[in-house]
């Protein structure tokens, strides 16, 4: 088959992709750069890396935005097939991964502003909500992280008697309650406050407590507990 024009192979060996980052390391690679290596090849019309452009300006040439589409979003992209989308939704995924992946053991919480960037980087592609909760030790220490129920747009509903099973599996001592509100909006509902005494209160009988009620989007969090309503 004759090779057409827009062949990344005819480019100058220090401007593929591969080779320069064999060359100079990773870092030092464009975005659009380090797609088109996962997507591999182009189409007949156009090389990996104006592939990888389009994918890119799909996500608002925002990777966070990026995170957030769809394996059939990104195929709507002429020349991204469903195993070139699979390829960039692991990779996505791995790197949003290795941004939460703080090592538990050594991870204390003493206020807020310690856990809320740990929340926000596990809960902030979610696009509907989601209820999850951390399982600390006596010394504040994350023993586990665990999505409890997953909602709709506007919310979500999670059983307290599931939470507080789950927190007797986990030997947890204290829990902290987290959400996420993909409407941007951190203004906790009537239903949050509501549920959180609930849990609260069940969670006093079994000599667990409840530190905090954290609400995150990507603009930022809501503490119930430094707001004083816990």
């Not at 129920?149 to 509903?157: K, M, R």
């Not at 507080?164 to 947890?172: F, G, I, Q, S, V």
């Not at 996420?180 to 239903?191: D, I, Q, V």
């Not at 005494?197 to 603009?219: C, F, G, Q």
């Amino acid at each position: 088959m004759q090779e057409h024009k827009y062949s990344i192979k005819q480019w100058a060996k220090d401007d593929r992709p591969r080779e320069k980052l064999l060359l100079n390391g990773a870092e030092n690679l464009s975005n659009s750069e380090l797609l088109a290596i996962l997507i591999h090849n182009g189409s007949k019309e156009k090389t990996a890396v104006d592939l990888a452009k389009e994918i890119l300006k799909l996500g608002k040439d925002n990777l966070g935005e990026l995170g957030k589409l769809s394996i059939k979003e990104l195929m709507k992209i002429k020349g991204i097939g469903e195993a070139k989308a699979i390829t960039i939704a692991a990779a996505l995924e791995l790197g949003r991964r290795r941004q939460a992946a703080v090592p538990l053991e050594k991870l204390a919480v003493s206020s807020s502003d310690d856990i809320a960037h740990f929340l926000q980087a596990k809960l902030k592609d979610y696009r509907h909500e989601v209820f999850a909760v951390l399982f600390l030790n006596r010394a504040n220490k994350i023993n586990h992280f665990e999505i409890i129920s997953e909602g709709g747009i506007t919310g979500t509903v999670a059983d307290p008697r599931v939470i507080l099973r789950k927190a007797l599996e986990e030997d947890a001592v204290n829990i902290i309650l987290c959400h996420n509100h993909p409407s941007g909006s951190l203004k906790p509902s009537r239903a949050d406050e509501q549920l959180t005494a609930k849990i609260k209160e069940a969670a006093r009988y079994l000599d667990i407590t409840v530190l905090d009620h954290i609400i995150v989007s990507e603009d930022g969090y809501y503490s119930f507990a430094d707001e004083g309503i816990l």
